[in-house]
């Protein structure tokens, strides 16, 4: 078995994948891997046999997926992150490499471990390869302390991280269960009595409030009309608003009462439809240039992207595979669907010119190094180089006819493959070199002195995340995993939050951390 395994590599990774993901639904504790437990299927195998390995191109490849394609999912929420607490987080998370590199150079030096394995332990136990392919280049040639260091601290490094987050998400349950309830929208139908209202505007009066609601239709002397956002309200309007439980109920109590009547759409001319979005022309467009109501007399009231509804407003950015619900005239239903092209066939496909451009600008980024004072160079390589342009493509969204977006369904599965092909490859490889340095000499310090440093950070990540940055559990998540730099963390905090937070927390510092990785790590070689 060994030796046919060795000899075929696509046998060996798919084995790998399929028992890795089947050993993700196993519940330890009420916490599931997921597919991180790839990581770990594929260090048993490649512990169980040395020969037991892929090819370097599997590990690059997945790697390159995955990231870009979080990249291109998160640009829109990094970008608005950024604006909001861009310098914040890019300090935070700067004084938590910090203190994790003086925690390894001090016990590096207590101990009497020579620099480079230290330097290879840091990359190691946060997980970090192109921080460690910058150790060896500053290292003469045939120099394997850093690898020493870094193999035994990276199996334990991904464990650690996600250990951590275990712990975190046990804490944190009822926020997240709390989060997860609060995605729902609502309806409400809701009686102007209060007459200070009279004259307002309707988006003046939720700017003033400051809730997420949407203005759907106004009863006005027994006539249903859609309510225009610059429409004004009066005493004795019925209208119907959607919105989150809570922004409902501030809405209520401004405009009067809940209404116990229940008008349907039915005695109208208006209806409503759910419509994918898989047109082009429409992806990367906000709501005020597609100019719905006055082409259609349509209002679009809710955007549900994944798994969550978001309430939209005229800014907001419709993606491919949104769907969104639209309430508009019957008769304009039909040119609606076609508007926003309402294919679900197109929602599994790729634009490949756009897709292929990303990656290879994000590659070249990657190869671009710069030299430091003293010596000191870094190159952000596969894992960053891809990462950056992805956030940067999906917040500019599209660039002429290029639309830089990729449809949700289609890239949930490039991001779960790459990631997948990724794991399996680095278990197998650090396989056997971890438990070649166990049985070796000091092989146990070591170890211990990565976990040392991967829980410290990891912790100090989590607590200072939600207790001083007070970070949305599902943001404080992804932002430890970026902190490490390290998909197995990703995927699990996407597996523990109910939304897509953890993304935008892992994108928003991953490339900084990434940066200071690779010059911490070069710092500790002196």
Not at 145 to 155: I, K, M, N, Q, R
């Amino acid at each position: 078995m060994i030796e046919l395994l060795a000899g075929q590599p696509l046998l060996l990774l798919f084995l790998v994948l399929a028992f890795g993901y089947a050993a993700g639904r196993i519940a330890i504790g009420g916490v599931q891997l997921g597919v991180a437990a790839v990581l770990f299927v594929g260090l048993i195998a490649g512990a169980w046999d040395g020969r037991l390995v892929l090819p370097d191109f599997v590990r690059s490849f997945g790697l390159v997926l995955f990231v870009y394609a979080v990249g291109i999912s998160s640009g829109p929420g990094f970008l608005a992150s950024l604006r909001r607490r861009g310098l914040r987080d890019t300090i935070w998370c700067s004084l938590l490499l910090l203190v994790a590199a003086v925690l390894a150079g001090l016990l590096g030096r207590l101990l009497q471990i020579e620099p480079g394995v230290i330097a290879g332990l840091f990359c190691g136990a946060l997980t970090n390869t192109p921080a460690l392919a910058a150790v060896l280049e500053r290292v003469p040639a045939g120099t394997l302390a850093p690898v020493v260091g870094y193999s035994v601290a990276y199996p334990m490094g991904a464990l650690g991280l996600i250990i951590a987050l275990a712990i975190a998400k046990r804490r944190w349950r009822r926020d997240l269960e709390a989060l997860a309830r609060s995605g729902h929208l609502d309806v409400r139908f809701v009686q102007v009595t209060r007459s200070e209202i009279r004259g307002r505007a309707a988006e003046d009066l939720l700017h003033r409030w400051q809730v997420r609601a949407r203005f759907v239709r106004r009863r006005r002397a027994g006539v249903w009309a859609l309510l225009n956002p610059h429409d004004t309200l009066e005493p004795g309007d019925l209208v119907t608003v959607v919105g989150l439980p809570e922004a409902l109920d501030r809405v209520t109590a401004e405009l009067g009462q809940t209404s116990e009547e229940r008008v349907e759409l039915d005695e109208s001319d208006l209806d409503f439809r759910r419509i994918f979005v898989s047109n082009s022309q429409v992806a990367g467009r906000s709501l005020a240039e597609l100019k719905t109501l006055s082409r259609f007399g349509a209002l679009v009231t809710r955007v549900r992207r994944g798994d969550v509804d978001l309430v939209p407003d005229g800014e907001t950015v419709l993606e491919l595979g949104d769907r969104v619900r639209v309430v508009a005239p019957r008769i304009q239903l039909a040119a609606m669907g076609r508007f926003f092209g309402d294919s679900y066939r197109a929602l599994g496909e790729i634009d490949a010119v756009s897709f292929g451009l990303g990656i290879a600008l994000g590659l070249l980024l990657g190869m671009f190094t710069v030299q430091l004072p003293g010596g000191a160079q870094f190159r952000l390589g596969p894992a960053g180089g891809p990462l950056v342009v992805g956030l940067i493509l999906g917040a500019i969204g599209r660039t002429g006819p290029l639309v830089w977006q990729v449809p949700y369904s289609a890239g949930m599965t490039l991001r779960q493959l790459g990631l997948a092909l990724f794991l399996a490859a680095v278990g197998l490889s650090a396989g056997a070199p971890f438990v070649t340095t166990l049985q070796s000499g000091g092989g146990l310090m070591l170890l211990g002195l990565g976990c040392l440093v991967t829980f410290s950070t990891a912790g100090l990540a989590l607590w200072s995340s939600r207790s001083r940055l007070h970070a949305p559990p599902g943001i404080a998540l992804g932002m430890a995993s970026g902190v490490h730099t390290q998909p197995a963390g990703l995927a699990f905090a996407n597996e523990a939050a109910p939304d897509e937070s953890p993304n935008v927390g892992y994108a928003s510092v991953s490339p900084v951390a990434t940066i200071a990785k690779i010059l911490l790590a070069q710092l500790l070689l002196g």
